[in-house]
């Protein structure tokens, strides 16, 4: 299962991440962070329609998230692919 | 299952909150910048010269030396920098009002003379760090704090198009036009500034990219408003595209 991770802290809430996610599963989270802004989430249980495509990392101006996208087993990390070096088993 | 992270924070770039404001397009063209650096295996090896504007403080979130030039001066800095180190990458991150304004005689000129130096050009429309006034490139009709019933052709003149003015002089190898407003266009943007970057490594001339950007505190809209005005509004005026390339002929007399 592909999926995101953000750093909650830096999230400033502008919500550019929300419109260019390809599932629409990003939205705002409830929470607000100790920076005093309300930040997003991937809906609960919507995390496994996440495809790895960076889209919402990629516009994110304060880089908040990072993406880790699922290798089909035996499909080899290609060298020099960024996370080459830290590609790992998972469950 | 195994996965591979497809997206971290570029190397170059601190890890730290910046001050922008929520939605800002400075932050994605520092991502960018910051990632280019890194693939092309620049890092330990560039000076940037930063401009006073908003990303007055680049030095905090881009991880290389850095010399901060007075306001519209870092063509000029920039110059002196890479004909004192030759051997170095340089290059200069400006805003609008910085670049096309107070400092246009050392953009045109540094372009001009074909310095080998990049320069990272982020038209947002508005003097963004003092509170929102006009700028050379704000659109016509558009609203500032020194035009507060929009900018008017007949007293202010048409905003400057400074990618197809950097594109006509001689020394420019280099000029492009790029918006970060779709995941199509920051694909492109990240193309076209690794070609101004690589026009001054391989020792073309210089190297100019324009990012089409937003400014949402002084346009006065939400981050996802502010982003469409880039497609509704300035890239009508603004056309993407590079208009001139001299490793294609593109633009080249
Ligand atoms: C010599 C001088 N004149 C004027 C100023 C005031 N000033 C600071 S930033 C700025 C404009 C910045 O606008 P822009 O380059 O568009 O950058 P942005 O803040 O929008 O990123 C001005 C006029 C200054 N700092 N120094
Ligand atoms: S784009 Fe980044 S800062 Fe903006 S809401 Fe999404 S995660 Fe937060
Ligand atoms: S004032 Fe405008 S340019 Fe400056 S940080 Fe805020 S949004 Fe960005």
């Given at each position: 299962m592909s999926r995101v991770v953000f750093l909650k802290e830096r999230c400033k809430g502008c919500l550019l991440c929300t419109q260019v996610c390809p599932k629409g599963i990003?939205?705002?989270?409830?929470e607000m962070n100790q920076q005093g802004y309300k930040i997003v989430e991937?809906?609960?249980?919507?995390?496994?329609?996440?495809?790895?495509?960076?889209s919402c990392a990629m516009i994110c101006p304060d880089t908040v998230i990072t993406v880790y996208k699922t290798v089909k087993p035996g499909q080899p990390v290609k060298p020099?692919?960024?996370?080459e070096e830290v590609a790992r088993v998972n469950g | 299952m195994t996965e591979k992270i497809a997206f971290e924070r570029p190397k170059p770039l601190a890890d730290r909150a910046t001050h922008y404001c929520p939605g800002c397009s400075h932050g994605i063209v520092h991502r960018l910048v910051a990632e280019t650096l890194q693939d092309m295996d620049l890092v330990e090896n560039t000076i940037a010269v930063s401009a006073i504007g908003c990303s007055v403080f680049l030095y905090n979130y881009i991880m290389v030396d850095t010399v901060e030039a007075p306001h519209g001066r870092a063509p000029a800095v920039a110059t002196g920098v890479k004909r004192a180190r030759p051997d170095r990458f340089v290059f200069t991150y400006q805003g609008d009002g910085d670049l096309a304004s107070i400092g246009m005689a050392e953009i045109m000129h540094c372009a001009n003379r074909g310095e080998r130096v990049s320069v990272v050009f982020v038209n947002n429309t508005i003097y963004g760090m003092t509170g929102g006034q006009m700028a050379p490139t704000t659109l016509v009709g558009q609203k500032t704090t020194t035009c507060p019933s929009g900018r008017c052709r007949d007293s202010e003149g048409m905003p400057i198009r400074m990618a197809e003015i950097i594109a006509?002089?001689?020394?420019?190898a280099y000029a492009s036009r790029v918006a970060v407003d779709t995941i199509k266009h920051l694909n492109q943007a990240k193309k076209a500034l690794r070609k101004a970057f690589e026009v001054q490594v391989n020792g073309l001339g210089f190297g100019f990219v324009e990012f089409l950007a937003t400014c949402p505190t002084n346009w006065k809209m939400s981050s996802i408003d502010a982003n469409k005005r880039i497609a509704e509004e300035m890239i009508p005026y603004f056309p993407l595209g590079d208009f001139k390339d001299v490793t294609t002929g593109k633009g080249v007399c």
């Open positions: 990003i939205a705002l989270s409830g991937v809906a609960p249980g919507k995390m496994e329609q996440c495809t790895g495509c960076a020099g692919e960024p996370g | 006509s002089l001689g020394g420019t």
